[in-house]
């Protein structure tokens, strides 16, 4: 059995009685450890074969615990290791087999290994081409990203992790038929916010107490945090109006 998903998905109470639950409620078992799953990324994992959940005779995916649980290592394994689709559904249906495997990781050249004992720490920094097959896209559609300012290289061409975020995300769009140029708007959006963090911070960022300086970072995210979230209920609460 793959290990349990750490809180949320594996602990819901929609899940105590081990019934199959909706995929609905599957979103809102995940989206404390992660805010981005939408109901678009979960059906493209089952098209990508790394979940299998029941159909009800009338076409509804129903998720059972077990279910859940794989997503959830589905998008750890995602997020923390950078790592392809198809080396996540390779690894994960080895374990479920029984069989002891370790976790593959990407090196330097975006190359997919064994990980050597001891384990490595966690990627920061990520050359071009191991962005490239973390994303799961070409050169052409990276350098399309980077042309509308979505993706930018660190100083000495690397990218961090903030980047692969990034770029699993405009590649989600993009199967929703959003292309990168639709994304401008985002981008201006999320620089103005940006700015606006800023000049809230600056004060506490210059102070000459230590510790004031540490919390400008504390209150830098959390000022973030804030700003993500009412985004995403006005883009709710927008959308409502239009479609109602």
Same mark, same amino acid.
């Given at each position: ?22 995929? &609905? =409620? %599957? ?7 992660? !805010?981005? /799953? +939408? ?5 493209? $994992?089952? #098209? ?61 050249? &975006? =190359? %997919? ?7 490595? !720490?966690? /990627? +920061? ?5 191991? $962005?490239? #097959? ?111």
């Amino acid at each position: 059995m793959v290990q349990k998903p750490r809180g949320g998905a594996g602990s819901g109470t929609a899940l105590a009685d081990s019934r199959p639950v909706s995929i &609905g =409620t %599957v979103l809102n078992l995940l989206r404390d450890e992660f !805010p981005e /799953v +939408t109901i678009s990324k979960i059906r493209f $994992l089952e #098209a990508e074969g790394l979940i299998d959940p029941q159909r009800t005779p009338s076409g509804y995916r129903k998720f059972s615990v077990e279910d859940v649980e794989r997503l959830a290592h589905v998008l750890r394994m995602q997020r923390d290791h950078y790592l392809p689709l198809k080396v996540i559904r390779e690894h994960l249906d080895a374990v479920e087999r029984g069989e002891q495997v370790p976790l593959p990781v990407l090196d330097r050249q &975006g =190359t %997919v290994r064994p990980q050597e004992a001891p384990q490595e !720490p966690t /990627v +920061t920094r990520l050359g071009r081409a191991e $962005l490239l #097959a973390a994303a799961q896209v070409g050169e052409r559609e990276l350098a399309e990203w980077e042309s509308y300012g979505l993706i930018a290289p660190l100083p000495g061409g690397d990218y961090d992790a903030q980047a692969v975020k990034v770029a699993g995300l405009v590649a989600e769009l993009g199967r929703c038929g959003i292309e990168p140029r639709h994304l401008r708007v985002t981008k201006a959006a999320a620089e103005r916010e940006a700015g606006l963090v800023e000049q809230i911070v600056a004060p506490l960022r210059r102070h000459r107490n230590p510790q004031t300086r540490a919390h400008a970072e504390d209150r830098t995210k959390e000022i973030a945090e804030l700003a993500v979230g009412l985004h995403s209920a006005l883009v709710e609460t927008a959308l409502k109006v239009r479609l109602s």
